[in-house]
């Protein structure tokens, strides 16, 4: 759990040109973004029944909008999309599973102009600073 942990939380999207992508990038982001989470579910399915507990997955706006060099964190987080949609429909009513699909997330070791303009759909980035979340645009 700890190692699946890591993975997510140091997880970028860009793994390189796809025929530069190793198979073991491929298989680790699968496990990581994939298989975690469903084991997770799997494994505290019985749980969260008797509790009526709740799943929640963290997709990723890059499953339906990619960018370049993406293709195994895309893929693992469409398939992450669809698994949530099949639990929801499997485990429900007595277990509820949703997704949350955040967009562009500015790093600390990033700045904004950075972030190309173009992959923010909304044209707009929120940025917390001094604890007020600003908007720019």
């Known amino acids: 759990l700890l190692r699946a942990r890591q993975m997510c939380i140091s997880d970028t999207p860009d793994t390189g040109p796809l025929d530069m992508l190793e198979r073991g990038q491929w298989q680790r982001r699968i496990?990581?973004?994939?298989t975690g989470p469903f084991l997770l579910a799997k494994d505290t399915v019985a749980h969260l029944r008797h509790r009526r507990g709740s799943?929640?997955?963290?997709a990723s706006t890059r499953a339906l909008q990619s960018e370049p060099n993406s293709e195994a964190y895309a893929a693992t987080k469409g398939g992450l999309l669809a698994l949530t949609h099949a639990m929801a429909m499997s485990l429900g009513p007595d277990v509820r599973a949703n997704s949350i699909s955040p967009g562009a997330v500015p790093y600390t070791h990033l700045t904004l102009p950075t972030i190309h303009p173009v992959l923010i759909p909304v044209g707009a980035v929120s940025v917390k600073k001094n604890s007020t979340l600003y908007r720019t645009q």
Do not use: M, Q, T
């Open 31 to 34: 496990a990581g973004n994939l």
């Open 55 to 58: 799943i929640v997955n963290i």
